[in-house]
Nanobody
Framework: EVQLQASGGGLVQPGGSLRLSCSDSDYSFDEYAIGWFRQAPGKEREGVSCISSSGRRTYYGDSVKGRFATSRGNAKNTVYLQMNSLKPEDTAVYYC????????????????WGQGTQVTVSS
């Protein structure tokens, strides 16, 4: 059973960068697409990105296009979310998830949620 863990969150100043990792220590998830989602207090969950199982296709939410990039690591059980030019409105708990395939940044093909990591952007 895939058990995902997001890590790499923290406190960063506006304009700064963070790299989140999504991993499973026991299982390879290279057969799955991996999505990143976030939820801020009092707001609905938002799709951030999705990367196909092959890694050749990526999709981003409008609010993060041009600033965030997702990629697959050389290990078959790690996916990254590089976040640049961070803004206070990026503050949220970030979750990764396995999906059967990407449909933009939607979650309707979702298979398994992972544990989240808090990202706080503040001066």
């Amino acid at each position: 059973e895939v058990q995902l863990q997001a890590s790499g969150g923290g406190l960063v100043q506006p304009g700064g960068s963070l790299r989140l990792s999504c991993s499973d220590s026991d299982y390879s998830f290279d057969e799955y697409a991996i999505g990143w989602f976030r939820q801020a207090p009092g707001k609905e969950r938002e799709g951030v990105s999705c990367i196909s199982s092959s890694g050749r296709r990526t999709y981003y939410g409008d609010s993060v296009k041009g600033r965030f990039a997702t990629s697959r690591g050389n290990a078959k059980n790690t996916v990254y979310l590089q976040m640049n030019s961070l803004k206070p409105e990026d503050t949220a708990v970030y979750y990764c998830a396995t999906l059967h395939f990407c449909r933009g940044v939607r979650d309707d093909t979702l298979d398994t949620w992972g544990q989240g990591t808090q990202v706080t952007v503040s001066s």
